[in-house]
């Protein structure tokens, strides 16, 4: 639901229950090689999403919405600055694997869930060869556990 009269509002509500848990929430981040560059490096992205202290990953899916490229047999991983490993969202992927609109789901499920153990970044490795590039939708569903 919007707050048409007061904006804000709804920023407030969102950071409320970001705070609180126990709702389900989304987190998006998009890798984009035009804004964020291809080095072979742990890139936060310019579009990206903070998760706070104790967020429980329970699903997700990357989508690269335009190819990916690489001047070799570059690998991308998805994982957080803080909390989990640089690999806890997608291991190491090849770039074959990240062509037009590509699916792939985060290894986090509700079966096999990550808990981050400090707030962090959603973050993009590229490894073995530098891209050259490509845009990568990362979106997650988690929750924060209240202790």
Not at 5 to 30: C, F, I, Y
Not at 131 to 140: N, R
Request: with cysteine.
């Amino acid at each position: 639901m919007s707050n048409t009269t007061n904006p804000d509002a709804d920023l407030s509500v969102q950071a409320a229950r970001q705070a609180t848990g126990g709702e389900l929430q989304t987190a998006k981040a998009v890798y984009s090689f035009a804004v964020d560059g291809g080095a072979i490096s742990t890139i936060v992205p310019r579009r990206g999403f903070s998760l706070p202290d104790n967020a429980i990953i329970v699903g997700g899916t990357i989508n690269s919405t335009a190819a990916c490229t690489s001047s070799g047999a570059g690998t991308l991983s998805v994982g957080t600055s803080a909390g989990s490993s640089t690999t806890s969202i997608l291991g190491a992927t090849a770039v074959a694997s990240l062509s037009l609109d590509a699916r792939i789901n985060a290894v986090p499920t509700f079966a096999t869930p990550v808990k981050l153990t400090a707030a962090g970044n959603i973050t993009v490795s590229i490894a073995s060869f530098a891209f050259t590039a490509g845009v990568v939708e990362i979106t997650l569903f988690y929750f924060v556990a209240q202790g």
